[in-house]
């Protein structure tokens, strides 16, 4: 068997307690059983050679953005929960807790895992668009007087009721279907869980081959708030204005740019052209 050589990743704006902590309990770990391991919380390198194990400590964002960064890496990758919501990383190991993760993330077999593109970027979660983009977008100011989940749940709540549902086109799977309707939000998942405890696509999987598309019509005010809990617990699906299906890919078009997100992260356009990529990424679980 070659050498163990391990690449840890973590946000480089990330100074928070948790992240120190985790660092320090993962280190610990290593240097205990005298693994050959690299840090990389300031500049992350331009290539990943001589590297087996990547090691990444962080929520949806900054594995967002060690993909797009390292967008052809075949090396297993292991995330280490570290953010606001940790979708993805609750999706791969429920409630493992650290030791076992790092254990997992040096012994564990590799497990190729669909993700997707949108626009020319990266995703692995998945893509929203319409309300849950609205939130992302508004999340971003609300940061600057308010931190954690109480941000998140705040700006969900002040979202929900002044959001105007907007008029989308939808070409799905290379144009063998076309939809067109006026959506709260639409989700293309490759997760099941979003904005940190939300079960859009309860049904989702990771190595299907397919995204899961969720399709929330419109809606009145009184009833977003009223199903909000059964979203929460993933029991929305059967609700006559939600739609769903499994494709592999999908050009959503509004009339004028709208906000998104893809794993988290803030994007605006007028069309989102996305399509999986099967089995692209590896991750030890």
């Given amino acids: ?9 973590i946000n480089p704006l990330a100074g928070t307690g948790k992240y120190r902590r985790i660092r320090s309990e993962i280190t610990g770990l290593l240097i205990k059983e005298k693994f050959i391991f690299t840090v990389y919380d300031k500049a992350w390198p331009s290539k990943l050679e001589t590297v087996t194990h990547i090691f990444l400590v962080g929520g949806d964002g900054t594995l967002n953005h060690f993909l797009n960064n390292y967008p ?3 090396i297993p990758i292991s995330l280490f929960k570290a953010g606001t919501g940790n979708d993805f990383a609750w999706k791969l190991y429920g409630n493992t807790s650290l030791s076992e993760q790092v254990y997992t993330a040096i012994n564990g077999v590799p497990h190729a895992i669909d993700a997707g593109i949108c626009n020319g970027r990266y995703f692995i979660n998945g893509v929203g668009i319409g309300f849950d983009g609205a939130v992302v977008k508004d999340f971003i100011n609300c940061r600057k007087w308010l931190q954690g989940n ?7 709540v002040r979202t929900l009721s002044g959001y105007k549902s907007k008029q989308l086109g939808m070409s799905i799977d290379e ?43 419109a809606v009145s005010v009184l009833k977003r708030y009223f199903y909000l809990p059964r979203m929460k617990k993933g029991r929305h699906l059967s609700l006559p204005f939600v739609k769903t299906s499994k494709i592999q890919s999908i050009v959503i078009s509004a009339e004028k740019p709208i906000a998104a997100h893809l794993d988290g992260e803030l994007m605006v356009a007028e069309n989102f052209d996305i399509k999986i990529l099967p089995g692209h990424f590896f991750f030890r679980y």
Avoid at 1 to 9: D, V
Avoid at 150 to 156: C, E, P, Q, S
Wanted: with cysteine; charged share 15%; hydrophobic share 45%.
């Fill in 175 to 217: 144009g063998t279907r076309h939809l067109k309707a006026r959506c709260f939000m639409i989700t293309v998942a490759n997760g099941s869980r979003f904005g940190g405890n939300f079960m859009v696509a309860p049904q989702s999987s990771l190595t299907d081959n397919q995204f899961d598309l969720v399709i929330i019509e």
């Fill in 150 to 156: 109480l941000a998140y749940y705040w700006t969900v």
């Fill in 1 to 9: 068997m070659s050498e163990i050589t391990i690449a840890i990743f």
């Fill in 72 to 74: 052809d890496t075949k």
